[in-house]
């Protein structure tokens, strides 16, 4: 079987490691394409180095834009790789302009296509996310759902007898990073930050950095915590703060850069608590049993609130009350799976094949 893989933004490239390790192991044959959505070393290369994926087959380099011009951009370049290899299977993999892109390149020319992390949904329309997975799914041949409330959502949505089970990858990668002990050693944290003392913070999406009241209200929330708030910065978080005059090293937030995978989750582990916008992140947390407060109004990942370690502050209410609450009661719930998504992947592929 041939698989081309289309990754574009970092959370595609966490999701391609422990799909790429299960497809070579299986022995079958994958081409990685990679859109040049993210460019950024720190948000792209040391994924591929740390996580043991190899280079992309080839790179498009397309870059930062509006949606239109960045999501349009992939698309020739796209076509042109999947006429060129004609994989078995296109595989694409969240909810990024990168994802969409590549289904619809694939869906134009008959090139039957995957998505993996299918069903998920916030069922808020505003979310440039929430659009690209709807239509992803929707284009999509074979849809590989996290969750059994993902099923459920395609299954709503007239998609059931394309959808498969297949559990959710990053737990895969994140209890393999996790018991590799990947991060050499424990990071180093800042002057005065002890272990099991500080928070973990990452703001990216749009819709809390792109309006600079409600990024002023965030940053002036995280400020006020009285534990030290290690933010780790994603470059729209700092174009966006820059821009609107909002300085973001203020009160008890440590500025750092984004961190390499294996380092976030060490910090992560060792965190008395993670605020975030971030999917993955809501996720990392729960698995790793640190709580987690989402500033969001709502979640994809609704079994992190349901077992009571993730509470949903869309509004900044309470963000100190939340955000330094003790641990939830301990659980052995793995709504995410038990590490084994990408062989399923894999088999869910081969299978569907033959049918
Ligand atoms: C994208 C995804 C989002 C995902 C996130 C992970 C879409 C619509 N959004 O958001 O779902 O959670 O990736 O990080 O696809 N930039 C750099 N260097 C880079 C990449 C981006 O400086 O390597 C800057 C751009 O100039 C722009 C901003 O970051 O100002 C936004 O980048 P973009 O890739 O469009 O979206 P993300 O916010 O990263």
Redesign the pocket.
């Known amino acids: 079987m041939k698989i081309l893989s289309v990754v574009g933004?970092?959370?595609q490239f966490v999701k391609l490691s422990p799909v790429a390790h299960a497809l070579e192991a299986a022995g079958h044959e994958h081409v990685i394409v990679h859109t040049g959505?993210?460019?950024?070393a720190a948000?792209?290369d040391v994924f591929f180095s740390d996580l043991g994926i190899r280079p992309p087959d080839l790179n498009l380099h397309v870059g930062?834009g509006s949606?239109a011009e960045?999501t349009g951009a992939m698309l020739p370049g796209l076509e042109r790789a999947m006429l060129e290899h004609r994989p078995d299977w296109v595989l694409v993999y969240g909810?990024?302009?990168?994802t969409v892109a590549a289904a619809l390149a694939a869906v134009k020319i008959h090139q039957p296509v995957a998505h993996l992390e299918a069903g998920l949904r916030s069922f808020n329309r505003r979310m440039?996310?929430e659009h690209?997975r709807v239509m992803t799914d929707h284009a999509a041949d074979l849809l590989l759902a996290p969750t059994a409330v993902a099923v459920e959502h395609l299954r709503s949505e007239g998609l059931g007898e394309r959808t498969v089970h297949v559990g959710d990858v990053m737990a895969d990668v994140l209890y393999r990073v996790r018991d590799a002990g990947l991060a050499h050693g424990p990071v180093p944290l800042a002057r005065g930050v002890g272990a099991g003392d500080y928070l973990v913070a990452t703001i990216?999406r749009?819709e809390n950095t792109d309006d600079a009241g409600r990024l002023s209200a965030i940053v002036d929330a995280l400020a006020g915590l009285s534990r030290p708030v290690l933010l780790l910065a994603?470059?729209?978080l700092r174009?966006r703060a820059a821009a609107a005059g909002i300085a973001l090293d203020a009160g008890a937030i440590t500025v750092l850069e984004p961190q390499p995978y294996p380092r976030l989750v060490d910090l992560v582990a060792r965190s008395a608590g993670v605020v975030t916008d971030?999917g993955g992140l809501q996720k990392e947390a729960f698995l790793l049993r640190v709580p987690c407060t989402t500033l969001r109004h709502e979640t994809e990942w609704v079994e992190t609130v349901e077992l009571g370690w993730n509470v949903l502050d869309g509004d900044l209410t309470d963000v100190a009350a939340h955000a330094q609450r003790p641990t939830p009661p301990a659980t052995d719930a793995a709504p995410y799976g038990r590490g084994d998504a990408a062989v399923r992947v894999v088999e869910a592929l081969t299978g569907a094949l033959r049918s």
Do not use: I
């Not at 959505?37 to 950024?40: A, F, S, T």
């Not at 909810?95 to 990168?98: G, K, L, P, V």
């Open positions: 933004a970092r959370p959505q993210h460019y950024d948000l792209s930062s949606h960045q909810d990024t302009n990168s440039p996310e690209n990216h749009a994603h470059p729209r174009d971030s």
